[in-house]
């Protein structure tokens, strides 16, 4: 009996153990190695190439079949990017119906000629824009395997983002280009269908050559390593150098990237610039006299951008970085981005500023953008308003007011959903859009409010330098905050993420009672939140009484010295009314707000301050 009982709790150690054992390495990474040796044919747009792919299986699983995206294939005729586009209440005005007009030779493909599995043919089929591989050889945990394919492509006609001859007249923008392994890890494999959005990636390295008729101009993703044979502004920037006739083969090669774009194009200027103690940045625009003037500004404007990017968030983590005219608006990559050339100066540094704040957001943290758009587009947006505010010379706060309006616009027209949802299934594009930018700002602009300044950008660098090249989640980026101001936070991501609930905070009443004035603060909303209240008395005094949330179990830090602050008890989330008892007689107040910073969403900010000087010490809220 006695040898039954110490089996028995042998094996209950060991499943603790490998319990254990799993919750600590569930975040292993898959890795991917690309060698690909492709020619454009400029005049058919056709590309033919090769693609070596060593694929490396860090998880705890055998795969018996692996994922790849076929983007182009969504620029066809009925596609579902096509169908989605043509039936979406508001569909992307660059879109529309447009892929349903295509002609043969307008359409993009890929088509699979060949796949051999370490030398052995695979068994594949194509369904939209996912390519599903069947293997010969089950892929074992921990281990690796060679992947050898043979391919041919069309580039399509420039829709979106991806294609040929774009409206401002740029050749080739090289976009989800190529067959691209999707990530597996521990949610399973993520083949998406190309719809319309966002992307997922897999951490690798990429060594990329590229043959093209030799008048053609190539910028993008990683290093050129035969710029000497190359010329035109590699070796001596803002010169021409003669180039041989025929075709040439460009050789880039990048580390520890995501992805792999580049655009081309025969008149292109290129331009120089080095950050202080960061990348070189390269800069790729038309010989046109329209915009050479706004491109040459734009280009100190990068630089102050990128200094404060570093100093504010984390250090940029690659040597280089490209800005290339091209795509339709902006779009990031690893190491460059696409934009819109054609752009007044503020147009252009916004969208600038914009698309390069998504190398930390999205080359480098680089979370699953698809399931997590506002994690990305919605960090990016914070951190780029705030850098334009600096290069601007405007407040903080109203660089962000712009993603308060919008969200405010998107509750009054009833179009609000979770933002937790994948970036392809909002029912309207402006849910989508406005939910992933403007609450993704908002999510981090109250996290300040929430937490204090300094523990927020604090907890933004520890966030990046901790969980880069790592696909953090949200509950990653929660974990470091709470971590950093000693706060429970998982309640605020929870409302705010999942849920549709709004911030209402009122003052109901405001009473003088004797020496004291008794005020009553509503919760209207079901959004809970800490709440700061300012009083303004007639002596020009101010005291700022902080009432905590009981969510948080703790307070924020005190922030300006030289305002009073009156610590209150917290105030539990399941009671609609608190009540603040004022050592002050009302009649000795001019104005009381709730919230001053202005930094809570708060859907109807007109019961949030009492001016009592005007209507009396007897205050009751009579607008709900």
């Known amino acids: 009996m006695l040898h039954c009982k110490k089996l028995i709790l042998a094996f209950i150690t060991l499943g603790a153990s490998c319990l254990l054992s799993n919750a600590q390495d569930y975040r292993w990474q898959q890795r991917v190695e690309y060698i690909m040796d492709i020619r454009l044919d400029v005049k058919t747009h056709h590309i033919v190439g090769t693609q070596k792919l060593t694929y490396y299986n860090n998880s705890k699983d055998t795969l018996a079949k692996v994922y790849y995206h076929l983007y182009f294939n969504a620029f066809q005729p009925n596609s579902m990017m096509d169908v989605r586009s043509r039936n979406i209440a508001d569909p992307d005005g660059r879109v529309t119906d447009r892929i349903s007009k295509l002609k043969d030779d307008e359409v993009g493909y890929q088509h699979i000629l060949a796949l051999k599995q370490d030398g052995k043919e695979t068994e594949y089929r194509v369904d939209g824009t996912v390519l599903e591989v069947t293997l010969p050889k089950p892929l074992l945990p921990g281990t690796k395997t060679v992947f050898d394919m043979k391919f041919e492509s069309q580039v399509p006609v420039q829709i979106r983002r991806s294609g040929r001859n774009n409206s401002e007249g740029i050749a080739y923008s090289m976009t989800q280009w190529y067959p691209k392994m999707?990530?597996?890890?521990?949610?399973?494999?993520?083949?998406?269908?190309?719809?319309?959005?966002?992307?997922?990636?897999?951490?690798?390295?990429?060594?990329?050559?590229?043959?093209?008729?030799?008048?053609?101009?190539?910028?993008?993703?990683?290093?050129?390593?035969?710029?000497?044979?190359?010329?035109?502004?590699?070796?001596?920037?803002?010169?021409?150098?003669?180039?041989?006739?025929?075709?040439?083969?460009?050789?880039?090669?990048?580390?520890?990237?995501?992805?792999?774009?580049?655009?081309?194009?025969?008149?292109?200027?290129?331009?120089?610039?080095?950050?202080?103690?960061?990348?070189?940045?390269?800069?790729?625009?038309?010989?046109?006299?329209?915009?050479?003037?706004?491109?040459?500004?734009?280009?100190?404007?990068?630089?102050?951008?990128?200094?404060?990017?570093?100093?504010?968030?984390?250090?940029?983590?690659?040597?280089?970085?490209?800005?290339?005219?091209?795509?339709?608006?902006?779009?990031?990559?690893?190491?460059?981005?696409l934009i819109m050339g054609e752009e007044d100066l503020d147009g252009l540094v916004g969208v600038m500023t914009h698309e390069t704040a998504h190398s930390w957001y999205q080359a480098a943290l680089a979370s699953n953008e698809s399931l997590y758009p506002w994690m990305d587009e919605g960090f990016t947006d914070f951190a780029s308003q705030e850098s334009e505010a600096l290069l601007f010379d405007m407040p903080i706060h109203d660089a962000h007011m712009g993603s308060y309006g919008a969200y405010f616009m998107l509750i009054r027209?009833?179009?609000?959903?979770?933002?937790?949802?994948?970036?392809?299934?909002?029912?309207?594009?402006?849910?989508?859009?406005?939910?992933?930018?403007?609450?993704?700002?908002?999510?981090?602009?109250?996290?300040?409010?929430?937490?204090?300044?300094?523990?927020?950008?604090?907890?933004?660098?520890?966030?990046?330098?901790?969980?880069?090249?790592?696909h953090p989640e949200p509950n990653d980026f929660i974990r470091v905050m709470e971590k950093v101001s000693g706060l429970q936070l998982?309640?605020?991501?929870?409302?705010?993420?999942?849920?549709?609930?709004?911030?209402?905070?009122?003052?109901?009443?405001?009473?003088?009672?004797?020496?004291?004035?008794?005020?009553?603060?509503?919760?209207?909303?079901?959004?809970?939140?800490?709440?700061?209240?300012?009083?303004?008395?007639?002596?020009?005094?101010?005291?700022?009484?902080?009432?905590?949330?009981?969510?948080?179990?703790?307070?924020?830090?005190?922030?300006?010295?030289?305002?009073?602050?009156?610590?209150?008890?917290?105030?539990?989330?399941?009671?609609?009314?608190?009540?603040?008892?004022?050592?002050r007689k009302a009649s000795d107040i001019v104005t009381m707000e709730i919230d001053p910073s202005q930094c809570m969403a708060d859907v109807e900010r007109k019961n949030n301050s009492v001016d009592i000087a005007n209507t009396g010490t007897a205050y009751q809220n009579v607008t709900r």
């Open 182 to 337: 999707a990530e597996y890890d521990f949610q399973g494999w993520h083949a998406y269908q190309y719809i319309a959005r966002e992307f997922h990636g897999v951490w690798g390295d990429f060594d990329v050559k590229i043959k093209i008729d030799s008048a053609f101009i190539i910028a993008g993703t990683g290093k050129l390593m035969n710029a000497d044979k190359i010329g035109y502004g590699y070796e001596k920037p803002g010169t021409a150098v003669k180039r041989a006739d025929g075709e040439l083969t460009w050789n880039f090669v990048a580390k520890n990237v995501i992805d792999f774009a580049w655009a081309a194009d025969p008149d292109y200027i290129h331009d120089r610039a080095q950050v202080l103690n960061g990348p070189e940045l390269h800069f790729f625009y038309q010989r046109n006299d329209k915009i050479i003037d706004n491109w040459k500004k734009m280009e100190d404007y990068a630089l102050k951008h990128f200094r404060f990017m570093n100093n504010t968030f984390g250090k940029y983590p690659y040597e280089s970085y490209s800005i290339i005219q091209g795509g339709d608006g902006g779009m990031e990559y690893p190491m460059c981005t």
């Open 413 to 470: 027209r009833g179009l609000q959903e979770p933002i937790s949802q994948h970036a392809d299934h909002y029912n309207t594009s402006m849910a989508y859009g406005i939910g992933s930018y403007a609450m993704g700002t908002i999510f981090l602009n109250q996290l300040k409010y929430i937490i204090g300044d300094a523990n927020f950008y604090k907890g933004m660098r520890i966030y990046f330098n901790a969980w880069k090249f790592r």
């Open 490 to 583: 998982k309640w605020y991501m929870g409302y705010w993420i999942n849920t549709t609930k709004k911030i209402d905070y009122s003052i109901k009443t405001v009473v003088e009672k004797g020496s004291n004035t008794i005020v009553t603060l509503e919760r209207l909303g079901d959004f809970p939140m800490p709440v700061d209240l300012l009083i303004t008395y007639k002596d020009g005094s101010k005291e700022l009484y902080y009432i905590p949330l009981n969510e948080t179990s703790g307070k924020k830090p005190v922030e300006d010295k030289l305002l009073k602050r009156m610590d209150l008890t917290a105030w539990p989330w399941v009671n609609p009314i608190y009540t603040v008892e004022i050592n």
